[in-house]
C-alpha cells in the first residue's frame, strides 16, 4: 500500500541524501564537484546529508527527499540495499542514480539490479562524436527530449564519456546520442577493450521516470556534474539540466499521476499473468503427447509399465 512520504529539515527546507557509502564518483566535498554544491545549497536552499554507511540508513534515507548514487565503484549494493531503495521511491522519494563510461562492467559495480527495477539498463559502453568539445568522448548532444520537464530551455548539452541506456516503459528518453555518434563496447578480456557495438543517433544517454508516488532520473555520465569547464556543469546547458532534475523532485505528485502509475502495474501483471497461462497450456499440451507416446511404446498397459518391466528384467 503506497503512502505518502514528506521530509523535510528541522527549517523546513528540503533535504538531498548523497550517498558516500560506495565509493561514488561524485563527491559534493570534493573541489571538482563545488558548482553542484552551490546549485543545491544556493540555488535551490536544498540541504546536504552524506551516507557512509553499510546497510544505507533507513533512518536517513526516509527523512530525505532526494537520494543520489553519484557512479558507485568497486562495491555493490546489498539486496536488502535495493529493496530499501525500491520502497523508498514507491513511497515518495526521489532517485537519482549516476553511471560512467563502462557502465556496471567498467566500474564494478552492480547499478542494474537497482535500475532494471525502474525499466532501465545501463549498458557497458561508452560514446565516441566527432561533433564534441576537444576529444571524442566529449560529444555534444542535441537530440534532446524536449518535453520533459528537466529538459526545460535546454538546447545542447555535453557529456564527458558516457555510457549508453536500454529503457523501457514507463521509462522515458531524456536526451540520446546523434547521427554522428559511436558507440563502443567495453570488453576488458579482450586485447581490444572497446569495439564499435552501434553508430548513430536515439541511444538514450538518460531516462526518467515515475515510480509510485516517487521519480527517477539515470544520467550515464557523472562529469556532466562536476567542474569540468569543457563538459561539466557550466557547460553548455548542462547546468540548467541538472537543476531541472532537481526542481522536479521537488515538484509535488498529482494524484492523477499515481493513478496511472498504479493501473499501469495491474496492466503489466495481467500480461505476466496472460503469458504465464500460455506456457502452462503449452507445458499441458505438450504432457499430453508425452502420455500418448508412451502408451504407443505398449499398447494396452499402464502409462509407465515398460519403464518398471525394463527394470524388472535388468535386475533379474
Keep these: 500500500?503506497?503512502?505518502?512520504?514528506?521530509?523535510?529539515?528541522?527549517?523546513?527546507?528540503?533535504?538531498?541524501?548523497?550517498?558516500?557509502?560506495?565509493?561514488?564518483?561524485?563527491?559534493?566535498?570534493?573541489?571538482?564537484?563545488?558548482?553542484?554544491?552551490?546549485?543545491?545549497?544556493?540555488?535551490?536552499?536544498?540541504?546536504?546529508?552524506?551516507?557512509?554507511?553499510?546497510?544505507?540508513?533507513?533512518?536517513?534515507?526516509?527523512?530525505?527527499?532526494?537520494?543520489?548514487?553519484?557512479?558507485?565503484?568497486?562495491?555493490?549494493?546489498?539486496?536488502?540495499?535495493?529493496?530499501?531503495?525500491?520502497?523508498?521511491?514507491?513511497?515518495?522519494?526521489?532517485?537519482?542514480?549516476?553511471?560512467?563510461?563502462?557502465?556496471?562492467?567498467?566500474?564494478?559495480?552492480?547499478?542494474?539490479?537497482?535500475?532494471?527495477?525502474?525499466?532501465?539498463?545501463?549498458?557497458?559502453?561508452?560514446?565516441?562524436?566527432?561533433?564534441?568539445?576537444?576529444?571524442?568522448?566529449?560529444?555534444?548532444?542535441?537530440?534532446?527530449?524536449?518535453?520533459?520537464?528537466?529538459?526545460?530551455?535546454?538546447?545542447?548539452?555535453?557529456?564527458?564519456?558516457?555510457?549508453t541506456l536500454l529503457i523501457q516503459e514507463p521509462a522515458v528518453t531524456l536526451f540520446a546520442t546523434g547521427k554522428t555518434s559511436v558507440i563502443e563496447k567495453y570488453s576488458p578480456r579482450e586485447n581490444n577493450a572497446w569495439k564499435i557495438m552501434k553508430v548513430g543517433e536515439n541511444y538514450p544517454l538518460a531516462s526518467a521516470c515515475m515510480h509510485g508516488q516517487g521519480k527517477v532520473v539515470v544520467c550515464g555520465d557523472v562529469d556532466m556534474f562536476s567542474d569540468d569547464p569543457e563538459f561539466g556543469i557550466n557547460a553548455f546547458d548542462n547546468g540548467t539540466f541538472i537543476k531541472n532534475i532537481f526542481s522536479w523532485f521537488l515538484a509535488p505528485v498529482e494524484t492523477s499521476t499515481v493513478i496511472d502509475w498504479l493501473i499501469s502495474r495491474v496492466a503489466s501483471l495481467e500480461e505476466k499473468c496472460d503469458a504465464l497461462a500460455q506456457k502452462y497450456d503449452a507445458l499441458a499440451l505438450e504432457n499430453e503427447k508425452l502420455k500418448k507416446m508412451v502408451k504407443e511404446v505398449r499398447p494396452g498397459e499402464g502409462e509407465y509399465s515398460f519403464i518398471k518391466n525394463d527394470t524388472a528384467e535388468n535386475l533379474g
Design 1 to 163: 500500500m503506497l503512502k505518502r512520504l514528506i521530509a523535510r529539515s528541522p527549517r523546513g527546507e528540503y533535504t538531498c541524501l548523497i550517498d558516500k557509502a560506495f565509493n561514488e564518483l561524485l563527491d559534493v566535498h570534493d573541489d571538482n564537484f563545488s558548482e553542484l554544491f552551490s546549485l543545491l545549497t544556493e540555488s535551490l536552499k536544498v540541504s546536504i546529508a552524506i551516507n557512509r554507511d553499510q546497510p544505507i540508513s533507513e533512518d536517513l534515507l526516509y527523512s530525505s527527499n532526494m537520494f543520489v548514487l553519484g557512479c558507485p565503484t568497486r562495491v555493490k549494493l546489498e539486496k536488502d540495499d535495493i529493496e530499501l531503495i525500491v520502497k523508498y521511491v514507491r513511497e515518495g522519494g526521489n532517485l537519482l542514480v549516476i553511471s560512467d563510461a563502462g557502465g556496471d562492467l567498467a566500474n564494478k559495480s552492480n547499478m542494474n539490479d537497482l535500475v532494471n527495477v525502474f525499466g532501465i539498463e545501463i549498458e557497458s559502453t561508452t560514446v565516441r562524436d566527432s561533433r564534441n568539445v576537444g576529444s571524442a568522448v566529449s560529444p555534444m548532444l542535441d537530440n534532446i527530449n524536449i518535453g520533459h520537464v528537466t529538459n526545460k530551455n535546454v538546447i545542447r548539452l555535453v557529456a564527458g564519456g558516457a555510457t
